[in-house]
Structure formats: C-alpha cells, structure tokens
C-alpha cells in the first residue's frame, strides 16, 4: 500500500513533468562536437532537445550515484568489519557458554554420585 502511495504522490508527477517537458522541446537541435567546424556531420548529432534533456538527466543520476556510492565505501567497510567483530565476539560466546555447561556439569555429576 504504501509503495502505490509513493508511486502516485511522487513519481506521477515526475512522469507528467517529464511527458509535458517532452512534448514543449520536440524541436529539433542539432549537437555540433566539432568546435573548429560545428557543421561537421561526423562529430554532429542532431535529436529533438528532450532527448539531450533526458540523457543530461540519466547523467546526472548515474554521476551522482557512483559518486555516492564510492563516498559510502569507507561506512560500508566499517559496518563489515564491526559485522565480522561481532560474528567473532558471539562465537567466542557460544564457545564460553559450552564451556561453562561443560564444567557445571562436571562439578554436579561428582556431587550427586556421591549421595
């Protein structure tokens, strides 16, 4: 429920924004890469301008989100390695514990063989 709620109240409008931003820049223009001859048709592109919007924004989103992505790397190692400390410390728990009913056992086996 709450995922169609977040689909209508925000990617909905995103979506209409982006169709009605689509169809106002249909016009053709043409991308010259070429800045010494920008009438090169080698290193020219020409599509309407919503397509250079839309890939300056799938961009912008990928750009953004390594750039995130590798910032994180230094919470993500931490977190793995607490993670791996905690994992240890709960099998040296485990280990104690086996241990201590291993001798409680001991101690109460002579004490009752010897009523």
């Known amino acids: 429920m709450t995922k169609k709620l977040?689909?209508?109240v925000i990617l909905l409008p995103i979506a209409i924004i982006?169709?009605?931003l689509s169809v106002a820049n249909r016009h053709f223009v043409t991308l010259a890469l070429n800045p010494f001859d920008p009438a090169d048709p080698l290193l020219s592109l020409t599509a309407?301008?919503?397509?250079y919007l839309f890939l300056a924004?799938?961009?912008?989103?990928?750009?953004?989100s390594s750039l995130?992505?590798?910032?994180?790397?230094k919470h993500r190692r931490r977190a793995k390695n607490h993670?791996?400390?905690a994992a240890r410390w709960q099998g040296e728990a485990r280990r104690s514990?086996?241990?201590?009913?291993?001798?409680?056992?001991?101690?109460?086996v002579p004490v009752s063989a010897s009523k």
């Not at 924004?57 to 953004?64: E, K, Q, R, S």
């Open 57 to 64: 924004l799938i961009l912008g989103a990928i750009v953004g």
């Open 83 to 85: 993670a791996q400390e």
């Open 97 to 108: 514990q086996k241990r201590a009913e291993e001798l409680a056992q001991q101690v109460l």
């Open 68 to 73: 995130t992505w590798f910032a994180q790397g």
């Open 6 to 8: 977040i689909n209508l």
């Open 48 to 51: 309407p301008f919503f397509v």
């Open 18 to 20: 982006l169709i009605v």
